[in-house]
């Protein structure tokens, strides 16, 4: 469930893309969130902020910020990873829901350095939570990458924060947690080991292969053909529709990919299910504070005939604030439907 790739050195830009993949539509808009909108971290209200800097994210039901790029070229993927445990509430360090997790990140920091000295620093834990819809407590681990180039993985395995921060730290997919992915890789072709490049949708395998084909990219000649190449890669990973296995219902597909890069600051987007690609340069938004949030409704606008592409920045619009989902809201919610069951 989800592959990311960062190309460090696309002729003088930072490229990223990740591919999303879940079980169902995850009805996802692209959001505008300038500089200044005060959030907190969505379990206890402690910790508040206001945002430093603007950003552009994905998210998932509108509720849940799953991906995107801040104004100084910091950039972040949620992606899955069933080995995640969050460890215990420990009252002396501060939390963040799992909603807010990569938002926090993207309003408060510009470079991914800057990001993990916090978290080792406070030992911020991640709490957990349910989704509404589905009744599912995402297992969730997080990956940064900056335009330096700079990059980190960041797990919580049996309670413990785990910031694994290296610039070769190109890929990253599932399961198993980072430093077991490391060391499976070895065993392959061009990696140390003979093993041909593998082909299933496995995370293990995916990982092989997107780092097997991000290592042979050529060098752009423009932003276009650099885009362009890293999606390829992304494709290479994506998992095709298909009707689950026996005994695996929950098989996912890729629903959705990204490209941000990080020097130009142009965020690309391309549903699997409507595909029309379209991007948003930072630059065109009004990131300042007091602007209001806007949203792309990539639902509605993607669906229509002939849908949308291209440059799509002036086709934000106004439709009230983003409100991610909060633990109290949360549990208001689930409360309601179990009376209702």
């Known amino acids: 469930m989800c592959t990311r790739v960062l190309w460090p050195d696309a002729n003088g ?28 971290d969505g379990v ?19 509720i849940f910020s799953a991906d995107g790029i ?25 939390v963040l829901s799992q909603a807010v997790w990569l938002q926090y990140i993207l309003d408060n920091f510009a470079t991914v350095a800057e990001a993990v000295d916090w978290m080792n620093q406070t030992q911020v834990q991640i709490a957990p939570m349910v989704d509404p819809t589905s009744g599912v407590e995402p297992a969730l681990h997080l990956a940064l990458d900056d335009a330096t180039g700079d990059s980190a993985i960041i797990e919580y395995i049996d309670g413990k924060l785990n910031a694994h921060h290296d610039r070769s730290y190109t890929v990253m997919t599932n399961s198993p947690p980072f430093d077991q992915q490391l060391e499976l ?18 995370a293990s395998d995916r990982f092989v ?29 994506a998992q095709p529709f298909r009707t689950p296995d026996e005994g695996k219902p929950d098989a996912s597909q890729t629903i959705w990919q990204v490209v941000a890069d990080l020097t130009n600051k142009r ?75």
């Open 13 to 40: 830009s930072v490229l990223t893309g990740r591919n999303m993949d879940f079980r169902f539509d995850l009805q996802t808009n692209l959001w505008a969130l300038p500089r200044g909108v005060k959030r907190d």
């Open 44 to 62: 206890a209200g402690e910790l508040s902020w206001s945002a430093k800097y603007g950003s552009v994210v994905a998210t998932a039901m509108d």
């Open 70 to 94: 801040n104004e100084a070229g910091l950039s972040g993927h949620i992606l899955w990873l069933a080995e995640s445990n969050y460890g215990a509430r420990d009252e002396s360090r501060p």
């Open 185 to 202: 890789l070895k065993g392959y072709e061009g990696f140390g080991g003979d093993k041909p490049i593998p082909g299933s949708t496995v």
């Open 209 to 237: 292969r997107a780092a097997h084909y991000a290592a042979r990219l050529p060098e752009p000649s423009t932003q276009l053909q650099g885009i362009a190449a890293i999606l390829s890669v992304m494709r290479n990973a």
């Open 267 to 341: 965020y690309v987007y391309e549903s699997t299910t409507r595909p029309n690609i379209v991007w948003v340069d930072l630059t065109d938004l009004d990131l300042r504070e007091g602007a209001p949030q806007l949203k792309l409704d990539l639902q509605s606008k993607l669906a229509l005939q002939g849908g949308i592409a291209g440059n799509v920045s002036s086709q934000f619009a106004d439709s009230g604030p983003l409100n991610l989902l909060t633990i109290p809201v949360m549990n208001e919610l689930l409360a309601a439907a179990k009376k209702k069951s």
